[in-house]
């Protein structure tokens, strides 16, 4: 009887072991995160993915952003000027927005109209400028990684990109291996 | 609480969002609730109908505890205690 109970408990604790190894793992992979893969350069989209940045946020849930392709042109500083692009680069370069505050509408872009029209409405109904969105972001520790791919693929340079503390360039791994240990995941 | 007694709650931090729209009156609230104490009640104005559905939201996840709102003309007085 005696040795059946040492065995029963010696199991017991075997379970319990294997049980709060995998409550680690789990708990691991529902951190308090916000990982997000930003892929469109559209106006409403960024401002989408920003506001939602920030009131995770502001509910102190560590937010990564990770921008790839068309969402890389709001992340390119018109005041820098890249030397040494090729033919193809440079015509990306030109035909893409220069910067955050030069990006089209998804909709009723209107050849330019619409934006300007949604910057006035912003400003009249109180809500930030993007430029004022990034400047919160890089104060609440909002990471930007920005896909190297990308960049390579766009012709886009490091040089042209815009100075902000917290931002790294890495590849679709760094978003995978983030997202999975986020509680959070959104693709824009 | 009630609206009255909401009214004559002893507020130690006042702060002003009106002039922000969404998610600006959380970010101040955010900032804002770092500089009271424990216990001490805190009100958010607003002009955003939404933050009144969100600053209850934001309590839950913070541990905060929610004391209600007062609709003041054309804005909200939203308060909560800080735990």
Redesign the interface.
């Known amino acids: 009887m005696e040795k059946n109970n040492e065995a029963t408990i010696l199991q017991l604790q075997l379970q319990m072991e294997a049980l709060q190894k995998k409550v680690q793992r789990l708990e691991n992979n529902r951190q308090d995160q916000l990982s997000m893969a930003i892929v469109s350069g559209d106006m409403d989209k960024i401002l989408a993915a920003m ?1 939602i940045s ?2 995770a ?4 849930t560590q937010v990564k952003l990770f921008f790839s392709f068309w969402a890389l042109a709001a992340l390119r500083d018109p005041k820098k000027n890249p030397k040494g692009k090729d033919f193809i680069s440079k015509m990306f370069g030109m035909m893409l927005p220069k910067s955050r505050n030069n990006l089209k509408l998804s909709n009723m872009n209107m050849a330019g109209m619409g934006p300007v029209m949604i910057k006035s409405l912003m400003k009249k ?4 400028s993007l430029d004022e969105m990034f400047r ?1 972001a890089a104060e ?1 520790g909002i990471e930007i990684t920005v896909c190297e791919m990308s960049m390579d693929l766009m012709g886009f340079k490091k040089e042209e990109i815009i100075d902000y503390p917290h931002l790294r360039y890495a590849g679709a791994t760094t978003f995978v291996a983030d997202a999975g240990e986020s509680a959070m995941q959104l693709f824009i | 609480m009630t609206t009255e007694e909401l009214k004559n709650v002893a507020v130690a931090k006042s702060v002003d969002a009106r002039g922000t729209a969404c998610p600006g009156p959380l970010l101040e609230a955010k900032k804002a609730i770092g500089t009271i104490g424990v216990n001490d009640v805190m009100e958010v104005l607003s002009a955003d109908e939404g933050t009144k559905v969100d600053i209850p939201k934001w309590c839950n996840k913070q541990g905060h505890e929610y004391l209600g709102f007062v609709e003041e003309n054309g804005y909200f007085k939203i308060y909560l205690k800080k735990q």
């Open positions: 506001i920030l009131a946020a502001a509910m102190d109904k109180n809500v930030m919160q609440l």
